[in-house]
């Protein structure tokens, strides 16, 4: 049974870095790839990127500038950086694998707030 | 990249047959057949219930299927259930290889 876990800090400040790990039990992150998604409060979902092991990524054209992900293939996880962030970035953010065009299996989600 | 337009929220009775609509564009909805919805139930993790349009995953119930005409997707969901009542979220591929999701649309089994 694949599972996806997300964690990282739950409070970042404005201007600085949100960082999140997602750690893959049940399957090798060499087998597919593997994106990243939020929800703000009271708000719908919000594509933000893939990455496939090799290092071939993609990004929201309105996050681009301030995200990069990674692929530790040693420790079976991904993750996230985003920079720079505000009161705007506040939101549940969710892993999941991509099955062809499709997120088939995802984390439970993660609440990261932008405060000071 | 816009988000695709989905209704706020549907309600429907026990037994009966809801729809949900998705609209979005000829570069994302009408250009691919690569529009998935999924389930979300408050505490748990988003679920796939529909891939490529109308395709089931394996352990979804057959009351749930989808279709696709121009740039607007369908979700229904016959003989309504209580455990059904959830938020759904269409998303489709896009020109732009990327992924857009729509507002998403709460539904409730009165």
């Known amino acids: 049974q694949v599972q996806l876990q997300e964690s990282g800090p739950g409070l970042v400040k404005p201007s600085e870095t949100l960082s999140l790990t997602c750690t893959v039990s049940?399957?090798?992150?060499?087998?597919?790839?593997w994106s990243w998604i939020r929800q703000p409060p009271g708000k719908g979902l919000e594509w933000i990127g893939y990455?496939?092991?090799?290092?071939?990524?993609n990004y929201n054209p309105s996050l681009k500038s301030r995200v990069t992900t990674s692929v530790d293939t040693s420790k079976n996880q991904f993750s996230l950086i985003l920079h720079s962030v505000t009161a705007a970035d506040t939101a549940v953010y969710y892993c999941?694998?991509?099955?062809?065009?499709?997120?088939?299996?995802w984390g439970q989600g993660t609440l990261v707030t932008v405060s000071s | 990249q816009s988000a695709l337009t989905q209704p706020a929220s549907v309600s429907g009775s026990p037994g009966q047959s809801i729809t949900i609509s998705c609209t979005g564009t000829?570069?994302?909805?009408?250009?691919?057949?690569?529009v998935a919805w999924y389930q979300h139930q408050p505490g748990k993790a988003p679920k796939l219930t529909i891939y490529?349009?109308?395709h089931r995953p394996s352990g979804v119930s057959n009351r749930f299927s989808g279709s696709k005409s121009g740039n607007t997707a369908s979700l229904t969901i016959s003989g309504l259930q209580a455990e059904d009542e959830a938020d759904y979220y269409c998303?489709?591929?896009?020109?732009?290889?990327?992924?857009?999701f729509g507002g998403g649309t709460k539904l409730t089994v009165l």
């Open positions: 490529d349009v109308s």
């Open positions: 990455i496939y092991y090799s290092g071939s990524t």
């Open positions: 998303g489709s591929y896009t020109s732009s290889r990327t992924w857009v």
């Open positions: 049940g399957d090798s992150v060499t087998t597919y790839y």
């Open positions: 000829s570069s994302d909805v009408g250009g691919y057949n690569f």
């Open positions: 999941a694998r991509m099955d062809e065009q499709a997120f088939d299996i």
